[in-house]
């Protein structure tokens, strides 16, 4: 197996930026290229705290993907369809240029965001929980500590410890990952297609 580049990336760092509708907060964990602005990235992870309701922002041409992380729910309404989002860990996927409105269960969220250009790069979003193993190929994976805490051992390289809103990442991947510990990630794959 190919050596992998992995950056640490600590929750705590994370700098909080204000939505312009001033609805919540956003912390970007990454994104390609890096410092690409919101209508030049080809991928971006972010996790945003929601303080009131109302329409999301439209990305036309991105796939997007949200999970609860805290809180007591969100209701997203997406015309006749409607994305119930009423545990941690609950996913919803639906399309950037799609009008969004959403409706918070009982105040504040916490929630992930996965944002993919689709004429930019290829993403996919799973839940691990804690002893599972797998084999992962992207130009870039990024393991999001969402719950608890989690060792993470990458090929036969020593344990990396993650606490809940940490996040591992991996460029060049082509490993075998394994977790041990008490938590849950969310373990996101990406591969540029230009």
């Not at 050596?3 to 312009?20: C, E, F, H, Y």
């Not at 799609?98 to 944002?115: E, H």
């Not at 940490?166 to 990952?177: G, S």
Request: glycine share 10%; proline share 3%; aromatic share 6%.
């Amino acid at each position: 197996m190919i050596a992998a580049s992995i950056t640490l990336i600590r929750g705590v760092d994370l700098v909080a930026s204000p939505w312009k509708n001033g609805g919540g907060v956003t912390r970007e964990v990454a994104a390609f290229p890096e410092g690409a602005s919101m209508d030049a990235f080809a991928w971006r992870v972010s996790v945003a705290d929601v303080a009131q309701a109302g329409p999301f922002s439209r990305f036309p041409g991105v796939d997007r993907t949200l999970v609860l992380l805290d809180g007591a729910g969100m209701i997203l309404d997406e015309g006749a369809h409607t994305h119930a989002l009423m545990q941690p860990l609950d996913v919803a996927r639906f399309a950037g240029e799609s009008a969004i409105d959403a409706r918070l269960v009982d105040g504040a969220t916490r929630d992930f965001n996965l944002m993919v250009r689709r004429d930019a790069a290829r993403g996919t979003l799973d839940v691990w929980r804690a002893g599972e193993a797998r084999h992962v190929e992207a130009d870039t994976a990024l393991l999001y500590c969402a719950q608890g805490s989690i060792r993470i051992r990458v090929n036969d390289d020593a344990p990396v410890a993650l606490e809940r809103g940490d996040t591992l990442r991996i460029d060049l991947c082509n490993a075998h990952i394994a977790t041990e510990g008490d938590g849950a990630l969310l373990a996101i794959a990406l591969r540029e297609t230009q």
